[in-house]
C-alpha cells in the first residue's frame, strides 16, 4: 500500500529491542524519517524535519508554537510516553492537531527505578561500588528503608505502583494531590496530606510524580528544602523542572538532606559539573522507563494512536 504521508519519530529507543512498532508504520507505507542525530533534537532541527511531516511520534524534543508553526501539514503528535510539557498542546488544538498519550505503557517501570534510586540513595550504592572498585574495603554508614514514611508528590498510576512497591517494605505511605481518590488510596493503605509542605515535614523519602506546569516549576525549592528531615531521600522520575536544582545542590552539599536519586533534569544533558560530581546523588539519564517491556509497549501505543488518528483526520 502506497502513501504520500510522512511521519517522524525522534525516540532514539523507538523500535530498539521490537521491530513492531516500526513495522506498524511502515506497513501503513508512510515514509518514515528517524532521528538522524542519535540525541535530542534542537528546535532548528525539529522544523527542518516537520516542514513537510504529516505526523510525529515524539519524545522529549522541543515541540513548542515556534516549531509548530514550521510544520504546516502536521495532522497528528503521538507522544511516547505521557508528559506534554514539551508540547504546546494549546496551540495544537487551535490548529486541529491531533494529541495523543501513550497512557499506561511505562507505569511499572518507571516505579521501578523510582524504587530502586531510593534504594541505592539510601544504601550509599554509587560510594561503596566505587571503593570496592578501587580497594576500599569498608563499611560504608547508611539508612534504613524498611518500615519509614515514603511522601509521593502526585498519586496518579506511577505514584500508585510506587506506593504498591512500597507495601513490601513496611513503608507508612502518606500522598499529596490536588485531585484525591479516597476509596483507591485507602485500598492501599494510603493517607492524603493537606498540603505539600506537610508531607515533606513528616516524610523520610519523598517521590515525585506530577506533570510540569506553571504551578509546579520549581515547587521544590529552599523553603520547601528547609522543611525536609536531614535523613530524607528526594527522588525524581517526573520531570526536571519540578525542582529548583540551584536549590537542590546547596541542599546537598551542606547535607540537609541525606541525598537525592534524580533521573530527569531541568536540562539534559544536564549541564552543571557542581551538582554531578557529588556523593550523595544518584543520576539516571530520563532512563526510568528504559525497559524492554516499557519501550516495546510505549512504541506499539504511540504508533497505534498514531496511524488511528491520522486515518481519521484524513478520511
Known sequence: ???????????????????????????????????????????????????????IIVGVDPLDREVLEAAPRLKVISKYGVG???IDVAYAEERGIKVTLAAG?????????????????????????????????????AIDIHGKTLGLLGLGAIGRAVARRAAGFGMQVIAYDLLRDEAGAA??????????????????????????????????????????????VLVNTARGGLIDEAALLEALRE?????????????????????????NLIAGS??????????????????RNLIEQLEVTVS
Open 1 to 55: 500500500m502506497g502513501s504520500d504521508k510522512k511521519i517522524v519519530v525522534t525516540p532514539r529507543s523507538f523500535g530498539k529491542t521490537d521491530p513492531a512498532p516500526g513495522a506498524l508504520l511502515e506497513a501503513r507505507g508512510y515514509d518514515v524519517v528517524y532521528n538522524p542525530y542519535g540525541r535530542i533534537l534542537t528546535r532548528d532541527e525539529m522544523k527542518t524535519l516537520l516542514a513537510d511531516a504529516d505526523g
Open 84 to 86: 506534554t510539557d514539551n
Open 105 to 141: 505503557s511505562n507505569t511499572e517501570a518507571v516505579a521501578d527505578f523510582a524504587f530502586a534510586l531510593m534504594m541505592a540513595v539510601a544504601r550509599r550504592v554509587n560510594v561503596i561500588d566505587r571503593a570496592c572498585r578501587e580497594g576500599v574495603w569498608k563499611a560504608e554508614a
Open 187 to 232: 485500598a492501599l493503605g494510603i493517607s492524603y496530606r493537606d498540603t505539600v509542605d506537610e508531607l515533606l515535614g513528616e516524610a523520610d523519602f519523598v517521590s515525585l510524580h506530577l506533570p510540569l506546569d506553571a504551578k509546579t516549576k520549581g515547587m521544590i525549592g529552599r523553603e520547601r528544602f528547609a522543611l525536609m528531615r536531614p535523613t530524607a
Open 255 to 279: 547535607g540537609r538532606i541525606w541525598g537525592a536519586g534524580i533521573d530527569v533534569f531541568e536540562q539534559e544533558p544536564p549541564d552543571n559539573p557542581e551538582l554531578l560530581a557529588l556523593d
Open 286 to 303: 530520563h532512563c526510568a522507563a528504559s525497559t524492554r517491556g516499557a519501550v516495546s509497549n510505549m512504541g506499539l501505543i504511540a504508533s
